[in-house]
């Protein structure tokens, strides 16, 4: 079942705003993933985070792997059209073998 | 180039019939993965195989089945016994595999399979 909220589900923003989203869960991480996905395609990776407290950045993409290890965030700074698409956030809960991964946050970008 | 392909891009499946998506990668993988996306979900995971000649169920894995003869190769069967297979289908790579180095996987995605029953 679902162990990821992510949030917020949809974001309808005007281009150039900086963008903030999140995945939360009560159980513990020791990896989160970053993915964007453009309609009719397969995501892409854009941000890996192995490390508590970890901040890493992509261009106008930065992530961190929360502190308490049961968060992560995705920043985007100055929006622009090809930000377009849906992001989602997967996981690796500590002793598991596979990902988990959140529904999705849709951006809108307003020109 | 390195990567993960997926073929056909899209696929239709008639009623009681067995229909096989292609997913081959070049990136000297151990590990690979069936997903189902459906219109406004997240991803869910049918099968994944963490080295040749082994394979494990997800959490979907009713009305489908897999092989995994070879490292580059990982072949999904959606079955007659699949009621509602209308969706997007991704394969994935990755290096966990059985390297011990599951804490550091980083998964790749291929473009993706629609498949549409007619």
């Known amino acids: 079942g679902q162990q990821l909220n992510q949030s917020p589900q949809s974001m309808f923003i005007q281009e150039g705003e900086d963008v903030s989203m999140n995945c939360t869960s009560s159980?513990?991480?020791?990896?989160w993933l970053w993915y964007k996905q453009d309609p009719g395609e397969g995501p892409v990776l854009l941000i890996a985070l192995y490390k508590a407290g970890e901040l890493t950045s992509n261009g106008r993409l930065t992530a961190q792997f929360g502190i308490t290890r049961k968060d992560s965030f995705l920043n985007i700074s100055a929006s622009i059209p090809s930000d377009v698409g849906i992001y989602f956030c997967a996981g690796r809960i500590q002793g598991a073998q596979k990902l988990v991964f959140g529904q999705g946050t849709r951006l809108t970008i307003n020109p | 180039d390195g990567g993960i392909t997926q073929s056909p891009k899209y696929l239709f499946r008639k009623e009681g019939q067995n229909v096989t998506l292609s997913c081959e990668q070049n990136l000297n993988h151990d590990a690979m993965y069936w997903y189902r996306q459906d219109p406004g979900q997240g991803l869910r995971l049918i099968y994944y195989s963490q080295i040749v000649n082994d394979f494990q169920k997800g959490d979907i894995a009713e009305g489908y089945s897999v092989s995994r003869e070879k490292k580059e190769s990982f072949p999904l069967t959606v079955t007659s016994a699949q009621k509602n297979p209308t969706a997007f289908y991704l394969c994935?790579?990755?290096?966990?595999?059985?390297?011990?180095?599951?804490?550091?996987?980083?998964?790749?995605f291929g473009p993706g399979t629609r498949l549409l029953v007619l």
């Open positions: 159980s513990i991480f020791n990896t």
């Open positions: 994935a790579s990755s290096t966990a595999g059985t390297s011990g180095r599951a804490h550091q996987e980083t998964q790749y």
